[in-house]
């Protein structure tokens, strides 16, 4: 794909970026070729390949789900600012 100079001004305008004139060659040139490589990547045959989650055959070692703390939440409701109903009342942050 062949970017030309308007083009590169129209994506300037819509990324709100302001570009110098004498950059546009460069800018034309390296996003034509960014272009070009996504269309040759587009066109590889990837019927065959599964997908993978992860480069290396990889698992997450995950800890057990055990609780290993007793419920402190009326020693922490009694040293919080405000309370109200079992919640903490916060200052109003969005108006």
């Known amino acids: 794909m062949s970017?030309?100079?308007?083009?590169i001004e129209k994506i300037a305008h819509l990324a709100r970026l302001s570009i110098d004139e004498n950059d546009i060659p460069d800018y034309t040139r390296d996003l034509s070729n960014i272009f070009t490589l996504v269309e040759e990547l587009s066109s590889a045959d990837t019927n065959d390949i599964t997908p993978m989650a992860h480069p290396f055959d990889a698992h997450q070692r995950l800890r057990d789900d055990v609780v290993k703390e007793t419920n402190q939440r009326e020693l922490?409701?009694?040293?919080?600012?405000?309370?109200?109903?079992?919640?903490y009342l916060v200052p109003q942050v969005i108006e």
């Open 3 to 7: 970017l030309d100079k308007t083009d």
């Open 76 to 87: 922490f409701q009694s040293i919080a600012p405000k309370t109200d109903a079992g919640v």
